[in-house]
């Protein structure tokens, strides 16, 4: 009777202790096998899934990677939402949270005024003071309440969330100037509000100008389906003026007012979830991005992911500039310790571990397509390559550079590529193909390196661009066929044979140009012909070994080679030597 097939989930990376659990088999049968396949690992040492799998094959299980985890992986806006949805829906674990506020409307009606009132007329002066720079988001407080206000500059980023029908904003404030009206880009933001049923506030700015009109903006808007509650609809509005600071604290307090209506809550407890608002390269303190956390909270040393980037969080600010040790639900927050800039709207959530976090940046950039630099099939030699890089950014430029690297007898072949420390499974992918492995910021694991020093797989490690590009150049260039120069030293007119042999012939001759050097290489020429080559084994002149004879001199040649020299032919000295060349 078979034994039957026992089934085990494993993750991306897991240490041989682990796997010993997991396997309930004991550590040193794990060891054992794990020798058998060319791999030295100690019971804390971690090994890559790949290559946990194949142990447990031999040892009579079927793996497949952790769903739980491949499913962190995927985090896009669009799960998020869902995520938030099904969160939602449970009431479980729920606590109040801020609400999240966005201002729409047309260009030019105060949008971005309004944002800077509230911010200056809330946000405390000492706070305020601390704000040095434009931001995407901040936070006020109003009846001991906190806002969040999130800026969405332009028509742009405006349709650019209408086409992915979310909105990361639970309260819309829909701003129309009072001496303008209804434009083509209100009507584009009401149709758009009306799609996501977003609770929506309209604030009539510029009442303080002598032209204003509210009452006939009101009606304009009513003929679009934005029903005042005087009106016998359920939309407040406020007559505000941003600019001279008029009914600001309304606006503020109707905010709160939809707010209590609406009941906004998220889980504080689980690991926090937030989309990236922007994101920049610092050049002293590296990739910096400012996220808004959804749900969940974010903490000081946590591994995350965010799109094709990752990394380890070490520090945490608030918009004013305080660092915070966590950042719960409806903060915005500027994190720092990624690998990489994200991309704005990227979902940054919490991973496991170090490994998870690199391995599912990878799944992100794998989604784009392989990154393999393939050449052609041809005779000529061939460089090939498996590259690491710490960054996306990195990565990007090294094959940029590389694939610009252009030879007609040497192929360059890139054959993996991908952002993480080097591992089992890339040491096993050089094996393939006699690979050098290139890792730039990037180390092997303790089991790689063994690993490879087993199979005699080279792994060069670099920290500048140029250096890692420059050596790349001189392995392909050691490649090259050396170029042969050839040097004429001088002509001798045979004048007599001396001796006949199979192999050698003694010569007598005038040298008629140049001079006769020992050792050169020569060349019978019959008629302005080459008829043949040889060398000359010894010179002499009046029966003397000599080292050169000059011009109009006559010697005697030693000369050895398959051709049959004749008197009248001219014999040609020259000297090769051997030159390395350079891509």
């Known amino acids: 009777m078979e034994t039957p097939v026992k089934n085990v989930t494993l993750p991306s990376s897991v240490t041989v202790k682990k796997l010993s659990e997991l396997l309930d088999t004991p550590v040193n049968a794990i060891i054992t096998e794990l020798m058998k396949n060319g791999i030295l690992a100690t019971i804390n040492e971690e090994i890559d899934f790949e290559t946990a799998s194949v142990i447990a094959s031999d040892l009579g299980f079927e793996t497949e990677l952790s769903l739980e985890e491949s499913s ?9 939402n869902k995520i938030l949805s099904e969160e939602k829906d449970s009431g479980k674990n729920l606590s109040p949270r801020p609400p999240v506020v966005t201002i729409l409307g047309h260009v030019d009606h105060g949008k971005t005024t309004l944002l800077d ?36 500059p332009g028509h742009e980023a405006f349709a650019a969330m209408r086409k992915r029908g ?21 009507k584009e933001v009401i149709t758009y509000l009306k799609e996501r049923k977003l609770p929506v506030i309209v604030a009539i700015n510029k009442i303080d100008k002598p032209d204003a009109k509210p009452e006939r903006v009101k009606q304009e808007l009513a003929e679009h389906g934005i029903l005042f ?14 600019k001279n600071n008029i009914n600001i604290d309304k606006l503020l307090e109707s905010i709160l007012l939809v707010a209590e209506v609406n009941d906004f809550r998220a889980d504080q407890k689980r690991d926090g979830l937030a989309v990236v608002l922007e994101s920049h390269l610092d050049p002293q303190k590296g990739p910096i991005a400012t996220v808004l956390i959804r749900t ?27 660092s915070l040790e966590s950042a719960g639900p409806s903060v915005p927050a500027t994190l720092y310790g990624f690998h990489d800039t994200p991309q704005v709207n990227d979902i940054t959530h919490v991973v496991s571990n170090k490994g998870q976090a690199r391995l599912y940046s990878r799944e992100a950039i794998s989604k784009d397509g392989p990154r393999l630099i393939a050449t052609e099939e041809t005779e000529n030699k061939k460089l090939t390559l498996v590259i690491k890089a710490d960054v ?37 992918i050089a094996e393939t193909a006699n690979a050098l492995v290139v890792g730039f910021n990037s180390e092997p694991t303790a089991v790689a390196k063994r690993m490879a020093e087993k199979s005699g797989i080279e792994i060069a490690t670099y920290n500048i661009i140029y250096k890692l590009v420059e050596n790349i150049k001189d392995r392909m260039s050691d490649m090259l066929p050396p170029e042969i120069i050839r040097t004429d030293s001088g002509r001798l007119s045979v004048l007599a044979i ?18 006769m050097l020992r050792g050169s290489f020569l060349e019978i020429e019959r008629d302005g012909e080459v008829i043949g080559q040889g060398k000359m084994t010894n010179l002499q002149q009046n029966k003397q070994n000599v080292d050169e004879v000059g011009q109009g001199n006559e010697c005697g040649v030693v000369f050895e080679g398959g051709t ?20």
């Not at 979310?166 to 209100?186: E, F, H, N």
Request: aromatic fraction near 4%; proline fraction near 1%.
């Open 564 to 583: 049959r020299v004749m008197v009248g032919d001219t014999v040609i000295a020259y000297k090769e030597e051997e030159r390395k060349r350079t891509l």
């Open 392 to 428: 996306q950014g990195s990565l990007e430029a090294i094959l940029q550079i590389l694939d610009s690297i252009h030879s007609d007898e040497i192929s360059l072949q890139i054959i993996g590529s991908a952002v993480g420390t080097i591992t089992e499974s890339d040491i096993r």
């Open 229 to 242: 509650e005087e009106w016998g609809g359920d939309t407040i509005c406020n007559e505000i003026s941003a």
């Open 117 to 152: 009132t509230i911010r200056k007329a809330s946000v405390a002066s000492g706070e305020a003071g601390g704000i040095t720079q434009h931001i995407s988001a901040y936070q006020v407080k109003k009846q001991k309440q906190l806002i969040t206000f999130v800026d969405t």
């Open 296 to 322: 969940g909270s974010l903490k000081v040393g946590q591994d995350i992911v965010a799109g094709k980037t990752f990394g380890r969080i070490r520090r945490i600010e608030d918009f004013t500039g305080r």
């Open 166 to 186: 979310l909105s990361i904003a639970d309260i819309a404030i829909l701003v129309v100037a009072a001496d303008d009206g209804v434009r083509p880009q209100t």
């Open 72 to 80: 962190e992986s995927v985090i896009t806006l669009e799960s998020m």
């Open 498 to 515: 001396f001796k006949n042999g199979k192999r050698d012939m003694i010569l007598g001759g005038r040298v008629s140009d140049g001079k």
